[in-house]
T-cell receptor, first 112, second 118 residues
């Protein structure tokens, strides 16, 4: 099984609607990253969360970290077609002798 | 300048060809990474360079040969690839946290090179 699970796998919303994407880790989180990827392109860093209860916002995107649940959520308010893409969470795994792992991604489509 | 530049954007090569992927950053980052991403899958780490030295090799076949000629450049030399090596190859850089210390800063990714092996 994946170390990082994301839900939902894919999401189709109408423009203007709010949405939430979740990322759950099977191991203690020491740093959780959110990236966005347009099809076939590089990853765009959105934000990084380090401490339990931390919440960060960038434009209409807000991410929270629940350390106890080993979970992070990404919330988009009033979605726009420009928000469409694949959202990946990533986690620092150096404390486990690995490096960096990504979740499977959530594919977001926003209908105009 | 907060960009990681990868060239070429697209590459088609035969199984007997030798080619190289290039990656460049001018942010003063001392850690650079190669990732491979298959369609509809998350990126998978291949190599990590820290202070121009190879620090991580995730059991990548020898037909992929990384090189870090200086702190701004990272190459991936390709030779005798197989069709299953076709993928998006992503380069990234970050401030080097030092060996054994958690990454506390974001990694910047390039746009990738889409490689097709025929």
């Amino acid at each position: 099984s994946q170390e990082l699970e994301q839900s939902p796998q894919s999401l189709i919303v109408q423009e203007g609607k709010n949405l939430t994407i979740n990322c759950t880790s099977s191991k203690t989180l020491y740093g959780l990253y959110w990236y966005k990827q347009k099809y076939g392109e590089g990853l765009i860093f959105l934000m990084m969360l380090q401490k339990g209860g931390e919440e960060k916002s960038h434009e209409k995107i807000t991410a929270k970290l629940d350390e106890k649940k080993q979970q992070s959520s990404l919330h988009i308010t009033a979605s726009q077609p420009s928000h469409a893409g694949i959202y990946l969470c990533g986690a620092d795994r150096r404390n486990y002798g690995q490096n960096f792992v990504f979740g499977p991604g959530t594919r977001l489509s926003v209908l105009p | 300048d907060t960009e990681v530049t990868q060239t070429p954007k697209h590459l088609v090569m035969g199984m007997t060809n030798k080619k190289s992927l290039k990656c460049e950053q001018h942010m003063g980052h001392r850690a650079m990474y190669w990732y491979k991403q298959k369609a509809k899958k998350p990126p998978e780490l291949m190599f990590v360079y820290s202070y121009e030295k190879l620090s991580i090799n995730e059991s990548v076949p020898s037909r992929f040969s990384p090189e870090c000629p200086n702190s701004s450049l990272l190459n991936l030399h390709l030779h005798a690839l197989q069709p299953e090596d076709s993928a998006l190859y992503l380069c990234a850089s970050s401030q080097d946290p030092g060996a054994g210390v958690s990454v506390n800063t974001e990694a910047f990714f390039g746009q990738g090179t889409r490689l097709t092996v025929v």
